[in-house]
């Protein structure tokens, strides 16, 4: 068959991720280990067994479904990181939004197909496929013949030479609880702050972790007013008062594929020696956000919630966040 022969040419790497039950045997040992634990604590055992074989077999099912279609190489989630992805490989992720995000952010723009393996028990909005529809989509995808939509990333590039990508957010803190002391300089505007960290999101984060926090912000912001503690707290002015940008609200959804980022400060506190007048702003391609870090020690940038990976960022060293020079491609 021409066209058989033709497709097996395609590389294709499937992302599988591990299920809570094999997170739970790595930790305890055994299943039996496993489930005595569970039970003690007052869970239902049996949702993470039938989660398990379920995406057991979606993991099966899809080996079958796309070795039909090309070379196969399945890769567990935790290797992402230091694989080396070729640039015609087309990559299918079997698993929940986040572990969609945490593989995008490796690719150099090849498509991206997020396949949800149990409809029923994940939503995923980056999951528009099942493994049903893998036989009839990767042809497609091969020619080029399928929509793909692209996704801006966030960049943060380090004085030193490393850098880290974001899908939905970048996390610049610190490692503990305790406050986050670093200079910030957006625009002619510089502070020196101490917080609980700055969350820079993209158009895609703009439903997470960015709208949870601009809530927050709201509801603090109202309820405090109606106290009579507005001007108590610093908030009758300023940066405080401004209104978020343009697209940015609570209830907005940001294009994925939006030419700006989005920066917030957590909880920034004034003092004699640190301000809290640049909170919130919008960073632009010719307009990044500078951080320094005044942190001795547990400085860290971390990216779509994966704190394992991450960058040292201690005291001296310089952060600048800005939008990366390359772009998702989610297949829809």
Do not use: C
């Not at 698993?95 to 995008?104: F, I, K």
Request: cysteine-free; aromatic content about 8%.
């Amino acid at each position: 068959m021409s066209s058989g022969g033709q497709v097996s040419e395609n590389k294709i790497v499937l992302v599988k991720r591990k299920t809570r039950l094999e997170e739970l045997v790595v930790r305890y040992n055994t299943v039996q280990q496993a489930q005595f634990y569970i039970e003690r604590l007052g869970a239902d055992f049996s949702d993470y067994i039938s989660e398990d074989l379920t995406y057991r077999q979606a993991v099966e099912t899809a080996v079958i479904e796309l070795s039909a279609l090309g070379r196969v190489q399945v890769l567990e989630r935790q290797h992402v990181p230091n694989f080396i992805f070729g640039g015609e490989d087309t990559v299918v992720v079997l698993g929940q939004d986040g572990l969609v995000a945490n593989t995008l952010k490796y690719l150099q723009e090849q498509p991206l197909i997020g396949v949800n393996p149990d409809p029923q028990r994940w939503d995923g909005v980056l999951l528009p496929f099942t493994v049903k529809d893998l036989r009839l989509l990767l042809p497609e995808v091969f020619r080029s013949r399928r929509q793909v939509r692209e996704v801006t990333l966030a960049k943060a590039e380090l004085n030193d030479g490393q850098s880290l990508y974001g899908v939905n957010d970048l996390f610049i803190g610190r490692r503990t609880h305790v406050s986050a002391r670093y200079l910030l300089q957006h625009g002619a505007a510089a502070e020196q702050q101490s917080s609980s960290g700055i969350i820079v999101s993209t158009g895609l984060g703009s439903t997470g972790w960015l709208r949870s926090v601009l809530a927050g912000a709201a509801g603090v912001t109202r309820s405090a007013a109606g106290l009579g503690l507005a001007a108590a707290a610093g908030m009758s002015g300023g940066a405080a008062g401004r209104e978020p940008a343009a697209g940015a609200g609570t209830e907005s959804r940001l294009a994925w594929d939006d030419p700006n980022l989005y920066f917030t400060v957590r909880e920034p506190f004034p003092s004699r020696t640190t301000s809290a007048g640049v909170v919130f702003g919008r960073v632009s391609g010719n307009e990044p956000l500078r951080i320094t870090s005044q942190m001795p020690e547990d400085g860290v940038i971390f990216s779509d919630g994966v704190e394992s990976d991450f960058l040292a960022f201690n005291s001296g060293v310089e952060a600048v966040i800005g939008l990366a020079e390359k772009r998702g491609r989610l297949v829809v």
